[in-house]
Nanobody
Framework: QVQLVESGGGLVQAGGSLRLSCAAS????????MGWFRQAPGKEREFVSA???????YYADSVKGRFTISRDNAKNTLYPQMNSLKPEDTAVYYC??????????????????WGQGTQVTVSS
């Protein structure tokens, strides 16, 4: 059984930084694609970043240059380092695991397992 548990969310001022964590169990993060998505109130869940099983990374244009996705294989944990945060980054952030090597990395339908989400609030 796959479990993904996010942590590290909170309140931060604009321009600040946060690092979220997604601890995985039941799958080795090094062998699968994983991604971060976010959902603001009244909006659809949107792609933030992803890392595939080879280590290649993908970013939404809105976060490119500010967010960095990485994984610690020894801890079986996925991270996004989020810098230069903006109020429009406010959302619930979800990590997800993709059990197939095929399919989209940027659409939620490409993922099979999801965490419960962690709130990130950026104040202006």
């Amino acid at each position: 059984q796959v479990q993904l548990v996010e942590s590290g969310g909170g309140l931060v001022q604009a321009g600040g930084s946060l690092r979220l964590s997604c601890a995985a169990s039941g799958r080795a993060v090094s062998n699968y694609g994983m991604g971060w998505f976010r959902q603001a109130p009244g909006k659809e869940r949107e792609f933030v970043s992803a890392i595939d099983w080879t280590g290649s990374t993908y970013y939404a244009d809105s976060v490119k240059g500010r967010f960095t996705i990485s994984r610690d294989n020894a801890k079986n944990t996925l991270y996004p380092q989020m810098n230069s945060l903006k109020p429009e980054d406010t959302a619930v952030y979800y990590c997800a695991l993709k059990s197939s090597y095929r399919g989209s990395y940027i659409h939620p339908s490409g993922y099979d397992y999801w965490g419960q989400g962690t709130q990130v609030t950026v104040s202006s």
